[in-house]
């Protein structure tokens, strides 16, 4: 599968992006899906997790309430949905795909090692 991010850009602090991921094939209705984002100088960390049927999600402590992570899965997409941006929220984001979680369509995961295909990232970032 390739996945390929978009939306990123430069915003003012307090404004809004909506970042997309596309999968190349209709497998992406398969799988636990997630976003995550690395800052300069920093390691990639956990921002939101979503399961394969969309109805569980989980968002980092450190965007709760203003990050939505969402997919369409009749279009192959992942979303999220970024509100309230801080400058703190700089970095490139990456969506990834998790486990297919065969006989749990409402299981996800935070754990960054339980993603094996990553798109290239999109960067954002927030001026202050």
């Known amino acids: 599968v390739q996945l390929q991010a978009s939306g990123g850009g430069l915003v003012q602090a307090g404004g809004s992006l909506r970042l997309s991921c596309a999968a190349s094939?209709?497998?992406?209705?398969?799988?636990?899906m997630g976003w995550f984002r690395q800052a300069p100088g920093n390691e990639r960390e956990f921002v939101a997790a979503?399961?394969?049927?969309?109805?569980?999600?989980e968002v980092a402590v450190t965007v709760k309430g203003r990050f939505t992570i969402s997919r369409d899965n009749t279009k192959n997409t992942l979303y999220l949905q970024m509100n309230f941006l801080r400058p703190e929220d700089t970095a490139a984001y990456y969506c990834?795909?998790?486990?297919?979680?065969?006989?749990?369509?409402?299981?996800?995961?935070?754990?960054?090692?339980?993603?094996?295909?990553w798109g290239q990232g999109t960067l954002v970032t927030v001026s202050s």
């Open positions: 094939d209709s497998s992406f209705s398969k799988y636990a």
């Open positions: 990834a795909r998790g486990p297919p979680y065969t006989s749990c369509r409402n299981c996800y995961t935070n754990r960054q090692g339980d993603y094996h295909a």
């Open positions: 979503i399961s394969r049927s969309g109805d569980r999600t």
